[in-house]
Nanobody, 121 residues
Protein backbone atom coordinates (compact mmCIF):
# COMPACT_ATOMS: atom_id res chain seq x y z
CA UNK A 1 0.00 0.00 0.00
CA UNK A 2 0.87 3.69 -0.09
CA UNK A 3 2.83 5.08 2.81
CA UNK A 4 3.46 8.74 3.64
CA UNK A 5 6.11 9.78 6.18
CA UNK A 6 6.96 13.35 7.19
CA UNK A 7 10.18 14.64 8.71
CA UNK A 8 11.91 17.91 9.47
CA UNK A 9 9.74 19.64 12.04
CA UNK A 10 11.14 21.51 15.01
CA UNK A 11 11.20 24.72 17.02
CA UNK A 12 12.48 27.99 15.59
CA UNK A 13 12.23 31.69 16.27
CA UNK A 14 10.08 33.93 14.14
CA UNK A 15 11.76 34.98 10.91
CA UNK A 16 13.76 31.77 10.59
CA UNK A 17 13.28 28.88 8.15
CA UNK A 18 12.45 25.19 8.31
CA UNK A 19 12.37 22.52 5.63
CA UNK A 20 9.90 19.69 5.86
CA UNK A 21 10.19 16.53 3.80
CA UNK A 22 7.63 13.92 2.87
CA UNK A 23 8.59 10.45 1.68
CA UNK A 24 5.90 8.74 -0.39
CA UNK A 25 6.20 5.02 -1.14
CA UNK A 26 3.93 2.48 -2.77
CA UNK A 27 3.29 4.19 -6.06
CA UNK A 28 4.84 2.51 -9.06
CA UNK A 29 5.21 5.77 -10.94
CA UNK A 30 5.56 9.39 -9.87
CA UNK A 31 2.19 10.45 -11.28
CA UNK A 32 0.63 11.27 -7.93
CA UNK A 33 -0.38 14.50 -6.27
CA UNK A 34 0.61 15.68 -2.83
CA UNK A 35 -0.20 18.45 -0.43
CA UNK A 36 0.82 19.80 2.96
CA UNK A 37 -1.78 20.59 5.56
CA UNK A 38 -1.50 21.96 9.07
CA UNK A 39 -3.62 21.89 12.16
CA UNK A 40 -3.17 24.13 15.16
CA UNK A 41 -4.75 23.26 18.54
CA UNK A 42 -8.46 23.99 18.49
CA UNK A 43 -8.49 24.79 14.79
CA UNK A 44 -9.56 22.98 11.63
CA UNK A 45 -6.98 21.29 9.44
CA UNK A 46 -6.15 23.63 6.57
CA UNK A 47 -4.37 23.17 3.27
CA UNK A 48 -1.08 25.02 2.98
CA UNK A 49 0.57 23.97 -0.29
CA UNK A 50 -0.09 21.41 -3.00
CA UNK A 51 1.74 20.08 -6.04
CA UNK A 52 0.13 17.90 -8.69
CA UNK A 53 1.69 15.29 -10.95
CA UNK A 54 2.57 17.94 -13.56
CA UNK A 55 4.32 20.12 -11.00
CA UNK A 56 1.55 22.71 -10.78
CA UNK A 57 1.56 24.30 -7.34
CA UNK A 58 -1.12 25.90 -5.19
CA UNK A 59 -0.61 27.89 -1.99
CA UNK A 60 -2.83 29.22 0.74
CA UNK A 61 -2.90 33.03 0.80
CA UNK A 62 -1.38 33.05 4.28
CA UNK A 63 1.86 31.43 3.07
CA UNK A 64 2.28 32.79 -0.46
CA UNK A 65 5.74 34.21 -0.96
CA UNK A 66 7.08 32.45 2.17
CA UNK A 67 6.54 28.72 1.54
CA UNK A 68 7.68 26.67 -1.44
CA UNK A 69 6.66 23.11 -2.29
CA UNK A 70 8.72 20.97 -4.66
CA UNK A 71 8.84 17.36 -5.73
CA UNK A 72 11.76 15.04 -6.44
CA UNK A 73 10.28 12.31 -8.64
CA UNK A 74 13.40 10.12 -8.52
CA UNK A 75 13.45 10.06 -4.71
CA UNK A 76 9.64 10.15 -4.29
CA UNK A 77 10.13 13.03 -1.91
CA UNK A 78 8.13 16.22 -1.51
CA UNK A 79 9.97 19.12 0.10
CA UNK A 80 8.35 22.05 1.80
CA UNK A 81 10.61 25.02 2.37
CA UNK A 82 9.13 27.43 4.91
CA UNK A 83 10.79 30.84 5.17
CA UNK A 84 10.12 33.88 7.33
CA UNK A 85 8.14 31.77 9.77
CA UNK A 86 5.60 33.45 12.02
CA UNK A 87 4.15 32.35 15.37
CA UNK A 88 0.84 31.73 13.61
CA UNK A 89 2.55 29.04 11.52
CA UNK A 90 2.80 26.92 14.66
CA UNK A 91 0.92 23.68 14.01
CA UNK A 92 1.18 19.99 13.30
CA UNK A 93 2.04 19.65 9.63
CA UNK A 94 0.72 16.71 7.62
CA UNK A 95 1.66 15.43 4.17
CA UNK A 96 -0.97 13.79 1.99
CA UNK A 97 -0.95 11.95 -1.33
CA UNK A 98 -3.34 10.58 -3.93
CA UNK A 99 -3.46 9.81 -7.64
CA UNK A 100 -6.02 12.60 -8.01
CA UNK A 101 -5.11 16.19 -7.31
CA UNK A 102 -7.42 17.91 -4.86
CA UNK A 103 -5.41 21.09 -4.49
CA UNK A 104 -5.85 22.30 -0.93
CA UNK A 105 -8.95 20.14 -0.39
CA UNK A 106 -8.88 17.39 2.24
CA UNK A 107 -9.99 14.53 -0.01
CA UNK A 108 -6.54 12.95 -0.27
CA UNK A 109 -6.66 9.27 0.65
CA UNK A 110 -3.20 8.85 2.16
CA UNK A 111 -1.85 10.82 5.10
CA UNK A 112 1.26 10.84 7.22
CA UNK A 113 1.36 11.00 11.02
CA UNK A 114 2.45 14.63 11.08
CA UNK A 115 5.46 16.61 12.22
CA UNK A 116 5.32 19.44 14.75
CA UNK A 117 6.41 22.97 13.90
CA UNK A 118 6.69 25.55 16.69
CA UNK A 119 7.53 29.17 15.96
CA UNK A 120 8.29 31.42 18.90
CA UNK A 121 8.18 35.20 18.84
Amino acid sequence: GVRVVESGGGSVQAGRSLRLSCQVSGYKYSAYCTAWFRQAPGKEREGVAAIDSDGYTTYADSVKGRFNISKDNLKHTINHQMNNLKPEDTAMYYCSADTVGYGLGKEYNYWGQGTQVIVSS
